[in-house]
């Protein structure tokens, strides 16, 4: 009796383990699209990433590179003082997006240009992403009294 109790309970055991690895792989497989990491300028500069995968880019707005195109297209360059980075977008930029300003896109590395999906600026005045101040603080651009 003791030595069944002993086996049903490594079974359970087991079975348990493997369940919580099934379930470990299905959300690592059903996420894998989702996480976008983020890259400053200078970091695509030195190891720029496969054309294939979706990353994250934020600096500042260079000023005098924005040009918009034929309808909803727009480039422009993106920096951290380090390193710039050539952005081509077609769609509506939001409204606060601007020159020297902060902005993050989402996207891809094509050809030496990102490639931009989604474009986010700046809320407010006084408001930029923490990873684009991390990386300007990295450079030695942060200009505390311009943003928050």
Request: net charge negative; glycine share 10%; charged share 20%.
């Amino acid at each position: 009796m003791k030595g069944l109790k002993k086996q049903r309970r490594i079974q359970i055991i087991v079975l348990a383990f493997v369940a919580l690895a099934v379930a470990t792989g299905l959300v690592g497989y059903a996420m894998k699209d989702g996480i976008n990491f983020f890259r400053s300028p200078t970091q695509v500069a030195e190891a720029p990433p496969p054309p294939s995968e979706t990353f994250r880019l934020g600096g500042l707005v260079e000023e005098g590179s924005l040009i918009r195109g034929q309808g909803e297209a727009i480039t422009f360059a993106v920096t951290d003082g380090n390193a710039t980075i050539p952005v081509s977008f077609t769609g509506i930029l939001p409204d606060l997006f601007a020159e020297n300003q902060g902005m993050i896109g989402t996207g891809r590395f094509i050809d030496g240009t990102f490639v931009a999906d989604e474009i986010l600026a700046k809320h407010d005045e006084s408001y930029m992403p923490k990873e684009v101040v991390e990386a300007l603080k990295e450079q030695g651009e942060w200009k505390p009294e311009a943003t928050n």
